[in-house]
């Protein structure tokens, strides 16, 4: 493990004036996230580096979890090149039990995390049955890989910070997909694994209510069709138009494109701030209706 310069004491100079501010501004103040301390795990992915810049952008300080120390280097140096300066990073497999309980060090005061976003995961092409395959011949050690990195990889991080969450307002966010509703054709161990990842999440959102705070508050979000780097070659051609696969999912999204990651920040800045108090245990789906619709 290994960190840039993440803190050990939190911030907690600015407080006080945001809750001076929240009684004159009404509602709006409620979204504010200034004081308050993120870890987000998977950040330098296409999603999670959005859902960071939303933290940041809302007046939270960030920090990175993430194996791939360069990458996580790069994703710190680009949110401070637009001066964002309240960004560090940790190095650390979120399937490490031992590696994340180094990084839960930094916050061994009680309380020393106001927010977990649980962005690590994705999906492995061995653990994927295409049309021309068999799912009789599919490799189980690739999916078992799979349930690790999107199941293993969530549950461990909530039980190893859930610890340090703050008792007035810490918030777990975990990262569902339409995948969890609707199981999709061939990835078969990314949708089972976000099923689970849905089922959790309101588990431990009673689990944390009843037995460490009822202010703790657990959630999913579920993203629909974001273009990143892992699937643009699924769902486009080198020309930019759709391959068929893009073609079948926009003609099966009422909104008929793609998300823009940037999307999910409102939603995730949401759920993440006191706008949100009353809700936990739920998952929101930012899928263009994708999920609800039948497509007839």
């Not at 996230?33 to 809302?58: D, I, N």
Request: charged fraction near 20%; include cysteine; hydrophobic fraction near 40%.
């Amino acid at each position: 493990m290994s960190s840039s310069k993440a803190s050990k004491k939190r911030k907690t100079t600015t407080t006080t004036t945001t809750t001076t501010q929240a009684s004159s501004h009404g509602v709006l103040s409620q979204f504010d996230l200034s004081g308050r301390q993120a870890l987000v795990t998977g950040g330098y992915g296409t999603l999670g580096l959005h859902m960071c810049r939303a933290l940041l952008e809302a007046g939270a300080t960030v920090i990175i979890l993430g194996r791939n120390e360069i990458k996580c280097k790069e994703a710190v140096e680009s949110f401070k090149s637009e001066d964002l300066d309240l960004c560090s990073y940790l190095c650390a497999d979120v399937t490490d039990r031992s590696e994340l309980e180094s990084c839960c060090e930094l916050f061994e005061e009680e309380g020393g995390l106001d927010i977990l976003v649980n962005a690590a995961g994705g999906n492995t092409s061995g653990a994927t049955v295409m049309p021309s395959e068999s799912f009789f011949k599919m490799d189980d050690l690739a999916f078992r890989q799979n349930l690790d990195l999107n199941l293993i990889g969530t549950v461990l991080p909530c039980q190893i910070f859930g610890k340090c969450l703050n008792h007035d307002h810490g918030v777990i966010i975990n990262i569902s997909s339409l995948a969890a509703f609707k199981p999709l054709t061939r990835v078969v161990a990314y949708s089972a694994a976000k099923a689970a990842v849905d089922n959790f999440t309101r588990w431990l959102a009673t689990e944390m209510a009843q037995k460490v705070s009822p202010k703790i508050r657990v959630n999913a979000i579920a993203p629909g069709f974001f273009l990143a780097d892992q699937n643009r070659t699924l769902l486009l051609k080198e020309d930019g138009s759709l391959t068929d696969r893009g073609n079948t999912i926009i003609n099966a999204s009422p909104m008929g494109r793609f998300g823009n990651p940037e999307e999910l920040g409102g939603p995730l800045v949401w759920l993440c701030s006191d706008a949100a108090s009353f809700v936990t245990g739920t998952t929101i789906a930012v899928d263009g209706g994708f999920s609800g619709w039948c497509a007839v």
